[in-house]
């Protein structure tokens, strides 16, 4: 290896200094990967996750009405088997 070396591989870059005692130093910088999360793939996510929020208010609101619906036909007396047929 000569005085001052340079190792590059695997995206990783190494210099090491033959001429210090001990461990040689080594100084390291990783290659950034390039990012997959593109503005549209955000886009598309965001979209369903709205989609599901919407879908679950929808559904908060039928079991609301769902239980004013029992509540009201358990003051008439219908919810315990007394409804008038007549």
């Given at each position: 290896m000569?005085e ?8 990783l870059t190494?210099?090491?200094d033959?001429?210090?005692e ?8 990783r290659v950034?990967p390039?990012?997959t ?13 709205q ?8 559904y ?13 036909l358990?003051?008439?007396g219908?919810g ?6 007549s």
């Open positions: 000569d001052n070396s340079t190792m590059i591989g695997a995206g190494s210099q090491t033959s001429k210090s001990g461990a040689p130093r080594v100084m390291a910088r950034q390039a990012p999360i593109t503005p549209e793939k955000i886009g598309c996510v965001m979209a369903d996750v989609a599901q929020i919407d879908g679950l208010q929808l908060l609101i039928e079991l609301s009405l769902a239980k004013t619906r029992v509540t009201l358990g003051e008439r219908w315990h088997g007394d409804r008038d047929l």
